[in-house]
């Protein structure tokens, strides 16, 4: 499986990680790849953080927005004819107010507002920056949640609507980003597991970022101990990451997509030349 499989399998892509496996930046790298193939790209930041400047350079392939749930809360009472009311709760700072009135209703409306983007925009992908991987779950958790509670009404049908958009894997897939490490190997394996088979939501492959390279450090001829100790360290590193991938593989069967450790001022760049070079393993 390439990165190119992986934009033609679903036109939305959420993108989960537990916090610090460098989720966002990911994000942006795979909306930059798919510009670069000539798809249009509609990039969602979901969390409030500043939007990555570079996909502001896609060659006009990327549109980004940032989504909050008064943002959809609005966009909903619009398109439900009540436009008039939309504007004056925005007036008066009432939305966060009633997007957390109920327990989900939030995550609920902005799924909403990316299901109906998925079905209206004139985009070719969607890449969205989803939540960390704790809240991932309860994110894409709420719509099969209110379904249970709620039996009728708008809430409902709106709940039954994102629980169709999520199970559709032409339409949505969750792509997990972690590090070759083991802390966040075994939350993603249970995240994965969880989001699979509780909420019936496609995996994509995995996306292990941060892989160092398989050379040789030579550290053992000189007579300096902190480049011995900095060789050893290296080396147990490396270790320590091919036991990860191991255990990644055997527990979590998908395809993996790795990138590299890259130190470099133009990160997502040169993720995106690694992400648009990569073959998955398997």
């Known amino acids: 499986m390439t990165v190119d499989d992986v934009f033609a399998s679903s036109r939305t892509i959420i993108v989960a990680g537990k916090g610090g496996v460098g989720k966002t930046t ?4 795979l909306a930059c790849a798919a510009a670069r193939r000539g798809r249009r790209v509609l990039f969602i930041e979901l969390d409030g953080k500043p939007i990555p400047r570079e996909l502001a350079s896609g060659d006009g392939h990327i549109t980004t927005l940032s989504l909050t749930a008064g943002d959809a809360l609005v966009d909903y ?39 109906a983007l998925e079905r209206s925009s004139n985009h070719d992908l969607i890449v969205v920056d989803g939540p960390a991987a704790g809240h991932a779950l309860t994110f894409l958790r709420v719509a099969h949640g209110i379904r249970h509670g709620i039996r009728s009404g708008l809430i409902a049908t709106q709940a039954a609507e994102v629980g169709e958009f999520l199970a559709d894997h032409s339409r949505c897939c969750v792509v997990m980003v972690t590090l070759p490490a083991s802390t966040p190997v075994a939350e993603t394996i249970d995240t994965a597991f969880a989001i699979e088979d509780e909420i019936g939501v496609a995996l994509g492959p995995i996306v292990v970022n941060r892989v ?16 011995r100790d900095s060789a050893e360290f290296y080396r147990s590193r490396r270790r320590l990451q091919v036991e990860s991938i191991r255990l990644l593989h055997e527990r979590l069967p998908l395809p993996q997509i790795q990138l590299p450790d890259v130190d470099s001022p133009d990160l997502i760049s040169s993720l995106t030349d690694a992400l648009l070079r990569s073959e998955s393993t398997t």
């Not at 990911?26 to 790298?29: F, H, I, R, T």
């Not at 160092?212 to 480049?227: A, F, K, N, R, Y």
């Open 212 to 227: 160092l390279p398989e050379h040789e450090v030579d550290g053992e001829q000189t007579t300096s101990t902190p480049l």
């Open 26 to 29: 990911v994000s942006a790298a």
């Open 77 to 115: 009472l619009e398109h439900h004819g009540l436009g008039r009311l939309a504007k004056r709760f925005a007036s008066t700072g009432i939305l966060d107010v009633i997007a957390a009135a109920a327990p989900g209703l939030d995550d609920l409306l902005v799924l909403g507002r990316i299901k």
